[in-house]
């Protein structure tokens, strides 16, 4: 079996409070693989140790065979790994096309220059509005992200943390605050930016965890608790006690 990202005993904590505790995580090449658990089991932490945002008191993680647990986010992002945030952080007086001009020219190790035109970078204009049209943000194309719609925000991080073209995406929940149509449109939206990727996703919502995953894994006080298909996830008696309840939804 080939895993894109290992992490071995990993733990964390804060000030002497124990937050990851001991934890073993697989996740195979070309999986779409779903973190849930009550708030504080440790799932935020858990990408920010992956992510490079927090360096484990113990343990190592694998990134594509590679030991990168001293490694800093942005080399980790060089090598592959993508990461989108709870909270939308995108700059407010830039245009949606600015925004993905930066994330594509990140990726082919362009610098902005502002003595240099980016219509010399051969492509990228063409590049940047053939992923807006993928996406389907083509008509706000021109207008600055402070005015999108919340939906449309998470929309364009999303897209943004895509731009670099990373081999794994990792989305802390993506879904959180918005309406059900929005829900609807941005599981859509995560299903075709993925599609080929591994991916690993934090999210609330049961409806979209069980919609999006290939497996499930529980975290509960820090440790994993199970880690399974959703059909089974939605069967474990342990689970349903430490965080689902009996009236989980059946897919």
């Excluded at 990168?68 to 992002?77: A, C, G």
């Excluded at 995406?169 to 959180?176: I, N, S, T």
Aim: hydrophobic share 40%.
């Amino acid at each position: 079996m080939s895993f894109i990202l290992e992490t071995q005993d990993l733990r964390h904590d804060f000030k002497g409070m124990k937050v990851i505790r001991g934890v073993d995580l697989q996740i195979r090449q070309g999986e779409r693989h779903a973190i849930i658990g009550p708030n504080g089991a440790g799932k935020t932490t858990l990408f920010n140790l992956v992510t490079g945002m927090y360096r484990p008191r113990h343990g190592h993680i694998l990134f594509k065979g590679q030991d990168v647990t001293k490694l800093k986010p942005y080399k980790r992002n060089r090598l592959g790994m993508g990461r989108s945030f709870q909270i939308t952080s995108l700059f407010e007086h830039q245009t949606v096309f600015e925004h993905l001009r930066l994330g594509i020219l990140s990726r082919m190790g362009v610098r902005y220059n502002f003595f240099k035109p980016m219509t010399m970078v051969k492509g990228l204009t063409e590049e940047v509005d053939a992923m807006l049209a993928r996406v389907n943000l083509s008509e706000y194309r021109d207008q600055w992200a402070s005015l999108l719609s919340y939906g449309k925000s998470r929309a364009l991080e999303m897209t943004l943390t895509m731009a670099t073209n990373p081999d794994l995406v990792l989305l802390d929940e993506p879904c959180a605050g918005m309406s059900a149509e929005e829900t609807r449109n941005a599981v859509g939206l995560i299903r075709e930016l993925t599609t080929g990727k591994s991916m690993i996703i934090v999210e609330h919502d049961m409806d979209v965890v069980f919609s999006l995953a290939d497996r499930v894994t529980v975290l509960h006080y820090g440790k994993i608790l199970a880690c399974d298909t959703p059909s089974e996830i939605q069967k474990n008696k342990d689970v349903k006690d430490a965080y689902l309840g009996h009236g989980m939804k059946k897919q």
